[in-house]
């Protein structure tokens, strides 16, 4: 759209800095709504209008200015690609910053020297330690912006030097650093493995020109032309094999681990290794529209729609760490007021409450968890659109299918002819073949290429398709009608009843009924699979919708275990079934709906969560979904769903053990039985750990589902 905009933050190795960013673009003029991926560091702005973007920028540069002065602001297309794993900490003039940091606080410790001394040495190494947490801290105030970590841990630290623990001010400090570093190595090691996603986008293409090979930028190839790919190379751009024969790679694409082999008539998407053969693609989508842009496209924005959880903590952090502080300021001078004892003993009992206020924990590793599921999801092939669609999958109800290139594969094939008497198998099958010549529905190429005998197009004068209905076209001067019963009826033509499980296209010339053909359609291999996974996983209702028969809707359902199955649908009608389902609904779960035609994307759109076949699906569907299964398999639904409940069980760890570990430590710091050090683990300490155990979502491992259908094939 042409009010959004999308900038990157580089170096935003401090991922705390991120809500405070959001929050503050939200409230400059022109902004109507701002999302940043606290991960990736990409910050999505939508303007009240276009007009505004460009003071917007502006502003937008001089906020991450105040928050993180070594933040750099650029456009998202013109980003740095690498990735530091250590986030920028461990270079040369911070390891001599801190080795000199080391040697200051270990001097005074070891040996004795006059106060003043002592304090000047643990003054110097405090500041080598955490100038900058102390200078942030300083702007933040200047901006109005307190109860952050830098606040908090100056604070905190400033207070051990007020009643004289100078060592234990120095060495939380220097824990709370330390602490930091293995935390932004962590996150940065999340984020090197999404970028790996990055590896798919391919360098260069082989542009055919006049019989000459060209390498260009991918960006310059055009649909219609001609690209070669050697073996080991990437297919550049998404296309059809026109020339040679290959195996292709695609397990970095779609998680698919065994190769295939492709040959002329094939399909291949962009990201897939060519193996050993060398190929010509005739090339059929812009590189903007390729696969592999789509995939990056998606993993990069698909933080910016959070989920509930991510929204909660962001809301919860935001009043959680000023009550804490409130509660540390009344521990630090009501209770020395009532029992007499020491203002210094109390003072140190409310510091640790400072320390552990921090929600560093819940801030960061919560993100970093969705982020993960998504970023493990694409690398199995599946494509999801944002954190709130992944938990969405947690609590599914009903899950409606579409029936052809969903649950069956799609290819159908002729397998009866029945001509009226005087009518032969070969000239119904002309007939047929003269309407559906311009088709590249399935039924129609089924069709075409039971005809072996060539279609002149110059002689069919007309050509009407009616969706959902079927084809007329004029050709010999005889008007030819081929299509579903509904055709026939629309046009007062009788037809006999036939009982045949396929689907079934009248023939009609002249307006008088010619015959029919009977098309049939296999079954995926996981279709059932799948089916009974979901029962099992708890889905209340599976159900499907489809144009055709209630013959073979009705045997297809019951093959499959469905629920229920609605037949002989128009793509109206099939909004208005799915539509029954939440008028009808018993319970608050999700309603999903799982289609690949252009007929789908209504109902893709209009479902809470919608699912699109992305490998041999309707463009107009992937754009609608919210999901997208790159190899068309119906089980990765499944895997979908695991990976939406292992996200959800690491969040939720995540949340409880932050909030026991502070919760323990805050009432231990109360009654004097926790120190400094325990309160710098339970803030910083924590946080690493809830880091390390987000990033276990992104271990990638096959499902049992995976598997059976593996041992099957």
């Not at 009240?48 to 001089?62: G, M």
């Not at 969405?392 to 899950?399: E, G, Q, R, S």
């Not at 009866?416 to 008497?421: A, R």
């Not at 690493?688 to 990033?695: D, F, I, K, R, T």
Request: charged share 25%.
């Amino acid at each position: 759209m042409d009010n959004e905009k999308e900038l990157t933050m580089e170096e935003l190795d401090n991922v705390n800095s991120s809500s405070k960013i959001e929050e503050e673009v939200k409230k400059i003029r022109g902004v109507k709504n701002a999302s940043i991926d606290p991960v990736s560091g990409k910050l999505s702005v939508e303007a009240e209008s276009e007009a505004f973007l460009t003071s917007i920028t502006i502003a937008v540069a001089k906020i991450v200015k105040n928050i993180e002065i070594d933040i750099k602001v650029v456009k998202s297309e013109d980003r740095s690609s690498d990735v530091n794993v250590f986030g920028g900490q461990f270079d040369q003039k911070t390891l001599i910053r801190f080795a000199s940091g080391l040697v200051l606080f270990l001097v005074p410790l070891i040996f004795n020297f006059p106060f003043v001394i002592e304090l000047l040495l643990f003054i110097a190494s405090y500041l080598l330690f955490g100038w900058d947490v102390v200078y942030r801290a300083y702007r933040n105030l200047l901006g109005k912006r307190f109860f952050d970590e830098n606040f908090l841990m100056s604070i905190a630290t400033f207070g051990a030097f007020a009643i004289g623990e100078f060592a234990e001010g120095v060495a939380v400090m220097l824990f709370y650093q330390v602490g930091e570093m293995f935390q932004d190595m962590a996150v940065n090691r999340s984020r090197n493995s999404i970028k790996a996603l990055f590896d798919l986008r391919p360098d260069y293409a082989n542009l055919k020109v006049n019989g000459d090979i060209k390498k260009v930028s991918p960006e310059e190839v055009n649909i219609g032309d001609l690209i070669v790919v050697k073996p080991g190379e990437k297919v550049p751009l998404d296309g059809r094999v026109v020339e040679g024969r290959s195996v292709i790679d695609a397990s970095a694409l779609t998680g698919e681990s065994l190769p295939f082999e492709v040959e002329p008539g094939s399909e291949v998407l962009s990201g897939v290794i060519n193996k050993n053969g060398l190929m010509t693609v005739e090339v059929t989508k812009e590189f903007g529209q390729s696969t592999v842009s789509k995939i990056l496209d998606l993993v990069e924005n698909a933080g910016n729609k959070k989920a509930a959880t991510e929204n909660f903590i962001t809301k919860f952090a935001k009043y959680y760490t000023p009550a804490v502080v409130i509660v540390a300021a009344l521990l630090a001078f009501i209770p020395p007021l009532i029992t007499k004892d020491p203002f210094a003993q109390w003072i140190n009992r409310a510091l640790v409450f400072l320390v552990v206020s921090c929600p560093c924990a819940l801030v960061i590793s919560i993100p970093l968890g969705f982020f993960g599921g998504i970023g493990g999801a694409s690398k199995k092939g599946i494509l999801i659109k944002g954190g709130n669609f992944l938990e969405a999958l947690n609590n599914i109800d009903t899950v409606v299918f579409d029936k052809t290139g969903t649950l069956t594969k799609g290819v159908f094939s002729v397998t009866e002819i029945n001509p009226v008497e005087g009518f032969s198998k070969d000239d119904l099958l002309k007939v047929a073949s003269f309407a559906e010549s311009f088709s590249n529905h399935p039924i129609a190429l089924a069709i075409l290429n039971k005809y072996k005998g060539k279609i002149n197009k110059e002689i069919i004068e007309q050509h009407t398709e009616m969706a959902g209905y079927g084809i007329k076209v004029i050709a010999e001067g005889k008007e030819i009608l081929v299509g579903n019963s509904k055709l026939m009826q629309s046009e007062n033509i009788s037809t006999p009843k036939v009982d045949e499980v396929g689907t079934l296209v009248y023939v009609a010339v002249d307006n008088n009924y010619v015959g029919y053909i009977v098309v049939s359609d296999q079954l995926k291999e996981d279709s059932a699979e799948t089916v009974k996974e979901l029962k099992k996983m708890g889905v209340r209702r599976t159900i499907m919708l489809t144009g055709d028969s209630s013959a073979v809707g009705t045997k297809i359902a019951k093959e499959l275990g469905l629920d229920a199955v609605h037949s002989e649908l128009l793509p109206d009608q099939k909004v208005e079934r799915f539509e029954d389902l939440y008028t009808n609904r018993l319970t608050k779960g999700n309603i999903l709906y799982v289609g690949d035609g252009i007929n789908d994307a209504p109902v893709i759109a209009r479902a809470e969560v919608g699912i699109a076949m992305g490998a041999l699906g309707s463009d107009a569907a992937i754009e609608a979904a919210d999901i997208v299964l790159l190899t068309d398999e119906p089980s990765k639904l499944i895997t979908a769903i695991e990976i939406a409940k292992r996200t959800r069980f690491i969040v939720w760890q995540n949340i409880i053990f932050a909030l026991s570990v502070k919760t323990l430590v805050l009432l231990l710091g109360a009654f004097g039985l926790a120190n400094m050090w325990e309160a710098v683990f339970a803030d910083v300490g924590v946080a690493l750990l809830a880091v390390l155990n987000s990033m276990r979502i992104l271990k990638e491992g096959k499902t049992d589902l995976d598997n059976k259908v593996l041992s099957r094939g």
